[in-house]
């Protein structure tokens, strides 16, 4: 009897975790807090799910800690596909940590690090053993990402960049004629080596559109964007390289149209001045959430409601050039999609949330 009464207990309880993923209509994106750092974790309403980038390593595994709390939040059990976007340590480096907590199964990147130095090299070598032991794909532009229910395609990977338009898109995009070379990177065309070579995605969910960049240069948004779109629109743009001013052209950002902007800065990791300025003058955006307060910009800041971490919101009364290092938990910013194109952005740190409708006019 008390056995009859555990078995039903059991098949209660497993019929109860089938149905509530079986019921899962949304696409759900963490937008996860990594101090500066990338891992940006999607799930599709199927339950398949897809990691970008996974933080720092070191601090005893905080940044794969972190990734895990939103994984549960997702009732994700596994890494079914891991985009590592290039190979420097803030989106590549908690990779190790992550394996231990989290089975990965499939790892899509650009292939082999450019960096030559000793400890990059190392870095990128402590990688490769890691996805020796699982299935590895060099991603290429219009590569797709087989996941039930989403439409995940590469548009730039190793310095190359789509050469037809994502369907739908391939306008001529007006922003290209203002489009001027950033800064004076006279020795690489295109910016820094890795983040150049970064894989970009553009992920569709019925009318949702989003596209997740990494680190991909002002430089080469050119190539992407120029002269034709060839993109289109996003209802959320996913605000490349933390915000830092050496990526987010108008080519880019006003051509996305973007109508809500979600940065995954850190206090003083990107968050550019620029980066503000630009979003500001897109008249499609809506509003812009931030993953940290940036300490740069002051009062360009959004109001703290959409702002997942604060540690920094006052001025810090140390050394102000220092990194600061924050341990232990912190708050991410979701997106619940739908497939009608509406979805609702959550600030887990005071569950202030905002929800914005279908696109209208496209
Ligand atoms: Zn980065
Ligand atoms: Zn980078």
Redesign the pocket.
Known sequence: MRIASAVFLWVTVLSAATSSSQTRDTLDIYVIDVEGGEATLFVAPSGESMLVDTGWPGFEGRDADRIVAAAQDAGVTRIDHLIVT?F?T??MGGATQLADRLPIANYLDHGTTVDEGERPRAAFDRYVTLRRGATHRTMAPGDLVPIDGLDVRIIAADGAVLTSALPGAGRPNPHCEEFTLHGEDILSRYG?A??QRSVSAFIGFGQFRSVIMG?LTWNKEEPLMCPDNKVGTVDLYLVSHHGSDTSGSDALVQALEPRVAVMNNGPRKGGGPLTFDSLTRVETLEDLWQNHYAVGVGEANRPASFIANLQDFAPPTTNDDEASVHLGQAYWTHIAARRDGSFTVTNSRNGFSRAYGPATGR
Do not use: G
């Open positions: 290039h420097h803030d989106h820094d890795e983040d680190d």
